[in-house]
């Protein structure tokens, strides 16, 4: 069974950092490339940021560029999210996901999530 499992969420002041972690079991995901997504209350799902499979090509969203940086360790199957100057408005429940159906950067179309990790900043 494949399962993708978030850790490192938590409560931050505004101005902190936090990493999260994504580790993947079930399946290898070294091939894939792998993203993270965040979720607000009342608000759909959106784009965070995006790793190639090899790690050498990294996207980002234009709310987290130049403070959020995407990383990955294949052999531990495993995908990070550091997340610095955190501000209430990066306040969500976040996701990673592998393996991409479609090409778009952005999309949300992955065949694996993972069941998320609650990060919350205070003013």
């Known amino acids: ?3 993708l499992v978030e850790s490192g969420g938590g409560l ?15 399946r290898t995901f070294s091939n894939d490339a792998m993203g993270w997504f ?16 090899s790690g050498n090509i990294k996207n980002y969203a234009n709310s987290v560029k130049g403070r959020f940086t995407i990383s990955r360790d294949n052999a531990k ?19 990673c996901a592998a393996r991409p159906v479609v090409a778009l950067i952005t999309t949300a179309q992955y065949e694996y999530w993972g069941q998320g990790t609650q990060v919350t900043v205070s003013s």
């Not at 965040?38 to 499979?53: L, N």
């Not at 199957?77 to 996701?95: F, I």
């Open 1 to 3: 069974q494949v399962q």
């Open 12 to 26: 931050v002041q505004a101005g902190g950092s936090l990493r999260l972690s994504c580790a993947a079991s079930g």
């Open 38 to 53: 965040r979720q607000s209350p009342g608000k759909e799902r959106e784009f965070v940021a995006r790793i190639s499979w």
């Open 77 to 95: 199957n495993t995908v990070y999210l550091q997340m610095n100057s955190l501000t209430p408005e990066d306040t969500a429940v976040y996701y």
